[in-house]
């Protein structure tokens, strides 16, 4: 990265104009329209993910401390193991789908989820699914750290025992201890860094985390099992609902599983996009639920082993490694490492499902002054400090529920998109249009009319049901009918809004918006720069001349 002159600090500090960055001449939109490099289609020089790179992005995204929890939820509820696994199973494979099938749109057009949304929601309406992705992304970002910031309390513990005696300087009020805020904010600068690298760039990152995270995980469980010296009761233990019960509370867990990657399925696009084809990203469907359901189980057997030597289920990780410190130097050694691996895993995750994703939004709503890497530098600060995590971890349990509960909004997305792809416009869009505010998806005012039917008819009998989540049954008073509704919520959505958005396109067709064939450029003309050879199949054009070709996209000022 170019490091600025003197001069041009000083315009910066002084200008606000200065921030501007340039406008692309291989822009789509109108001359009228602000884009960036980054709202463009990818060129073909950054399309350079494989199958392999694609499976170990979702390693890199599932293996993490939130995972290696999520039994706990489906065990707390009166589940057993045995309906734990199936659970991660079935819901994984459920969110695969849609990831799937939206992750086929970015990777062969190659536009981000922000810039895919016009063709289903139309050029306005699409601000709100980006605002509410933003947001959500922002959130989890913030959240990621503050729980990462345990990963660097056990190393720092374990290069210094000393640093556990630091005495607390804030009040209760604060949400976080003196101790706890120095390991946030080492947690938070050394992240910023690495979240600055492009989504191009990395493939290191993912075979660092994909070696890393898992050996740490296979250690952790065989300790445990050696220390206990059996897998522990927990395998033993059955469900204790039963009927109807037990049925609800299935679908229910089910529905957890699901909305934890209910952002993913609707965003994918924004990594997809750098796939090499269409083809590649097809992995995410068997690879998925695979890689979750494995670090699931990882949790369920060392979580029972470590009732054995401590007398409760551990199901943080951390609390294990935190055992090891008082086992001497040797103990010692084990903890930083084992908790420097949960931290490349954290900060992996939050690069990967968080920062990007933030930071497409932000190239979007502020074209003129950010692209991705200014997006992960705001969304950096905004959810590491304006949000104040550490506060919302400890004290804010009914934003929890509410941003729990979120995949309310986030299945009819996906579902729309999903639709609109490949049961209405037949997997044919106007690439250029969609960058254009006055193009063929303009609808009425900007608004496609059949996407506000479908999200809202699906939305708004779950709304109950979330109320009550947030508020619990002392202030919401709800029928057992739409409480039960609401377990399945994503999965609800989803579906409807399927059902309901293309019925509405069949009934009441927008005609200027159905095609025959993809329109790849302003001349009709499948450009290099945005197209490869197997992303054409019969859909052929002449390319442009390799002076021509859009240059690559991290190419770009800060």
């Known amino acids: 990265m170019r490091r600025p002159s003197t001069a041009e600090l000083r315009r910066r500090l002084t200008s606000l104009h200065s921030w501007e960055l340039p406008k692309q001449n291989g822009a789509l939109a109108p001359a009228h329209v602000w884009t960036n490099r980054d709202m463009d289609p990818t060129p073909i020089e950054d399309q350079t993910w494989g199958a ?41 494979f459920c969110v695969a789908v849609p990831l799937v099938l ?9 536009v981000p989820f922000s810039v895919i949304a016009t063709s289903g929601f139309g050029y306005y309406l699409r601000y709100f699914c980006i605002v509410s992705r933003a947001i959500l992304a922002m959130f989890w970002l913030g959240i990621q750290s503050a729980n990462g910031a345990q990963c660097v309390t056990i190393m ?36 910023l860094p690495l979240l600055l690298i492009h989504p191009t760039k990395l493939r290191p990152l993912f075979w660092l985390k994909l070696s890393a995270a898992p050996i740490a995980a296979l250690a952790m469980m065989g300790w445990s099992i050696h220390r206990a010296g059996s897998g522990g009761d927990i395998f033993a233990l059955r469900a204790t609902a039963t009927g109807p019960q037990y049925a609800w509370l299935w679908l229910s867990c089910m529905s957890s599983v699901t909305g934890n990657w209910s952002t993913l399925a609707v ?54 490694v935190a055992i090891w410190l008082d086992y001497g130097p040797g103990g010692r050694c084990a903890a930083f490492f084992v908790g420097l691996a949960w931290y490349v895993a954290q900060v992996g995750t939050n690069i990967t499902a ?24 705001i969304a950096a600060v905004i959810a590491g400090w304006v949000l104040v995590p550490w506060k919302i971890l400890s004290s ?47 609808y009425l005012g900007g ?61 009441i067709p927008a005609k200027e918006t159905l095609l025959k064939d993809t329109i790849w450029d302003l001349d009709d003309i499948a450009i290099e720069a945005h197209m490869r050879d197997d992303d054409a199949g019969a859909e052929k054009g002449s390319g442009l001349g390799p002076s021509e070709k859009i240059e690559p996209s991290d190419a770009k000022p800060l």
Not at 267 to 274: E, L, Q
Not at 355 to 373: G, K, M, Q
Request: hydrophobic share 50%.
């Open 52 to 92: 392999w790179l694609i499976l170990a992005y979702w390693a890199t995204d599932t293996i993490n401390l939130a995972t290696w929890q999520t039994a706990s939820a489906i065990l707390s509820v009166g589940l057993s193991w045995r309906e734990a696994i199936p659970i991660m199973i079935v819901g994984n």
């Open 102 to 110: 939206n992750g086929a749109i970015g990777s062969k057009l190659h």
């Open 156 to 191: 720092l513990r374990a290069w210094a025992p000393s640093y556990n005696d630091i005495p607390n300087a804030l009040p209760a009020s604060a949400g976080i201890t003196t101790q706890g805020m120095v390991s946030y904010f080492i947690f938070w600068i050394i992240q």
């Open 267 to 320: 965003n994918i696009p924004d990594f997809t996009r750098y796939a090499k084809s269409p083809n590649g990203q097809f992995i995410q469907l068997p690879a998925m639920p695979i890689i979750f359901t494995a670090c699931g189980v990882l949790g369920i057997v060392t979580t029972s082993a470590s009732k054995v030597f401590t007398g409760e289920y551990l199901w943080n990780p951390l609390d294990i």
């Open 354 to 377: 968080n920062s990007i994703s933030a930071a497409n939004d932000l190239t979007v709503l502020f074209p003129r002054w950010i692209n991705i890497r200014r997006g992960c530098m």
């Open 396 to 442: 804010a349990q009914t934003f929890l529920a509410f941003m729990g509960g979120y995949a309310v909004f986030l299945g009819p997305m996906a579902g729309i998109m999903v639709s609109d792809y490949w049961l209405v416009k037949k997997g044919h869009i106007d690439i250029p249009a969609l960058y254009d505010p006055n193009g063929r998806y303009r």
């Open 447 to 507: 608004c496609n009319w059949r996407a506000v039917v479908a999200f809202l008819v699906p939305v708004t009998p779950l709304l109950p049901g979330l109320g009550l989540s947030i508020s619990g049954p002392s202030a919401v008073h709800i029928n057992d009918g739409v409480t039960n509704l609401y377990t399945f919520n994503w999965l609800f959505g989803f579906v409807t809004s399927i059902v309901l958005y293309t019925a509405l396109s069949y009934a």
